[in-house]
């Protein structure tokens, strides 16, 4: 039986990302109170022991290999510093090793009530400019694995019940997201319990930071 194809209106997406590991970072440091912990500082990237085994890898998934510090790691940890600090998030999550920030912990501090508003750059966008600033050091996405994945997510959340979720598109060589067939007045309530469960089901789907753009 073959999976009916919607084909989905183009989207900005907010945030982009490369597929690679996704290690969650720590977040800690001490304030310099007993028993508690500064959410203003980002854990510092631990160096890999070992280069992991390359042996026994499933060809199309992304590398277990640590991405390490890079120059998009480091602008991301400026801009969850300025979130923290400045943007009214204290609790915002630490990015991954890769760089990539953790949507999944992202959208459910937004998800609280009065939390969504800033969620992107802060409150009044006081973190536009770091979050600019990692936009531009993040590394080039290849456009057609990109486009794979969300596709296999989409038809996974079809799959799931969630019948009317679109198909990515290729538009001038770039991936663009699928998702809700009507952004504008949304089809789907994220927060519902079966959306959940599709979303939960079809996460393996979707390479790191795509989570956050379909």
């Given at each position: 039986?073959?999976?009916?194809?919607?084909?989905?209106?183009?989207?900005?997406?907010?945030?982009?990302?490369?597929?690679?590991?996704?290690l969650?970072?720590a977040?800690?440091?001490?304030?310099?109170t007993?028993?508690?912990?500064?959410?203003?500082?980002?854990?510092?990237?631990?160096?890999?022991?070992?280069e992991?085994?390359?042996a026994?890898?499933?060809?199309?998934?992304?590398?277990?290999?640590?991405?390490?510090?890079?120059?998009?790691?480091?602008a991301?940890?400026v801009?969850?510093r300025?979130?923290?600090?400045?943007?009214?998030y204290?609790?915002?999550?630490d990015?991954?090793?890769?760089?990539?920030?953790?949507?999944e912990?992202v959208?459910?501090?937004?998800?609280?009530p009065?939390?969504?508003e800033?969620?992107?750059?802060?409150?009044?966008?006081?973190?536009?400019d770091?979050?600019q600033?990692?936009?531009?050091?993040?590394p080039?996405?290849?456009?057609q694995?990109?486009?794979?994945?969300?596709?296999?997510h989409a038809q996974?959340?079809?799959?799931?019940?969630?019948?009317?979720?679109?198909n990515p598109?290729?538009?001038g060589?770039?991936?663009?997201?699928?998702g809700?067939?009507n952004?504008?007045?949304?089809?789907y309530?994220p927060?519902?319990?079966?959306?959940k469960?599709?979303?939960?089901?079809?996460k393996?789907k979707?390479?790191d930071g795509l989570?956050g753009?379909?």
């Open positions: 039986m073959s999976i009916p194809t919607t084909t989905a209106g183009l989207r900005l997406a907010a945030f982009v990302a490369v597929p690679v590991l996704a969650t970072v977040c800690g440091g001490n304030d310099g007993t028993g508690t912990k500064s959410h203003d500082t980002v854990a510092d990237v631990p160096s890999p022991k070992s992991p085994s390359e026994g890898s499933t060809p199309g998934t992304p590398s277990a290999k640590p991405a390490g510090k890079s120059a998009f790691f480091d991301q940890v801009f969850v300025c979130m923290r600090t400045e943007g009214g204290k609790d915002y999550p990015p991954k090793l890769s760089g990539h920030l953790d949507w912990k959208n459910e501090i937004g998800s609280r009065g939390r969504n800033g969620i992107k750059a802060g409150r009044n966008n006081a973190c536009l770091e979050l600033a990692a936009l531009a050091a993040e080039k996405r290849d456009q694995k990109a486009y794979e994945s969300m596709l296999a996974c959340m079809r799959d799931n019940g969630i019948s009317r979720f679109t598109v290729m538009s060589g770039n991936a663009v997201p699928g809700d067939p952004p504008a007045s949304p089809v309530a927060d519902s319990p079966a959306y469960e599709a979303r939960a089901a079809c393996s979707l390479l989570d753009m379909q």
